[in-house]
């Protein structure tokens, strides 16, 4: 495993004009950093226990992690969020969260982030800059996934067990409303106008897509019989919907104007995470029980690599845009 100096001089050094990829490894307690140029693994750093959920702030110059702990193993490192300069991977800031920290994501304008606690079936809304924790809200059973809006208004958070969505009103720091989805609802996404959110319910086998107004559910969308969808991302323009199918052992093409499934495309053991470079044109899947990436060349919808050896659990996925 390198060191953060030697890491740090690595990225320095990185193909100019490639997006870096960040894989958190959940039980190897590694993040693996990648370079899209190359398609390698350019360096693999220490990260306490667990980390799992994994963001870029919005002026990219942090890395958010949850880092919590296994239920069935004791732990001698303290449940938090951490903040990495994106540049060198050094920790600049840690936040006290609560506990079990699982999904994390950041307001558009960067002051805040809210992180799902899966244990305490609860999410935390803390300050970047100062680390204070505005609020720790009730919301649904096992939260995981967290999105916010594009216009930051509204947080959502799911509820595995609940089969909830609960909607967090930012500037109010309160949860204003409750959607029920289908079974075990894990990641989310919304569009960039805030309109629509689409989320992944596992067991179900299917995307419910929202109203992001109405907070109701207004479309199904069915997957494979074999598919448990967990990780989603949409592409530029918002014509595809990305999905990893977890035991599937695939990507769901979706197209989001007619609401279905065009396309699948194998990928490796057990794929969680996932995430595209900021043209479009390349897909990162992290495939948990494979310990491997698998990219995805959007334009044919072809696997054009697998990245062995990234870890023990890839977990989360973001991506790095490190060109203006």
Known sequence: MRSVATLAALLIATTLHADRIFVTNERGGTIAVIDSKTDRVIGNVAAPTRP??????????????????????PSRTRDEVLALDAATLKVVQRYAAGTDPEGVAVTPDGARFVVSN??????????????????ALVVGTEPEGVAASGDGRTVYVTGETSNTISVIDVARAKVTAVILVETRPRGIVFT??????????????AINVIDGKTNRVTRKIALGKADRPVGLVLSPDEKRLYVATG?????????????????????????????????GKKLYVAN?????????DVATSRAIATIPKVGDGPWGVTVLRTED
């Not at 695939?250 to 043209?279: E, F, Q, S, Y």
Request: glycine share 8%; aromatic share 4%.
């Open 247 to 279: 035991r599937g052992n695939c990507v769901a093409v979706i197209d989001t104007a007619t609401a279905r499934m065009i396309k699948t495309i194998p990928v490796g053991n057990r794929p969680w995470g996932i995430a595209l470079t900021h043209d």
């Open 118 to 135: 899966e244990d305490a079936g609860t999410a935390s809304m803390v300050e970047t800059r100062s680390g204070r924790t505005i609020a």
């Open 52 to 73: 799992r959920g994994i963001v870029v702030s919005p002026d990219r110059k942090r890395l958010y992690v949850a880092v919590s702990h296994f239920r069935d193993k």
């Open 288 to 296: 948990g029980l494979s310990n491997d990436v698998t990219v995805i």
């Open 192 to 205: 960039r106008d805030s309109k629509r959110a689409y989320v992944t319910c596992e067991i179900a086998g």
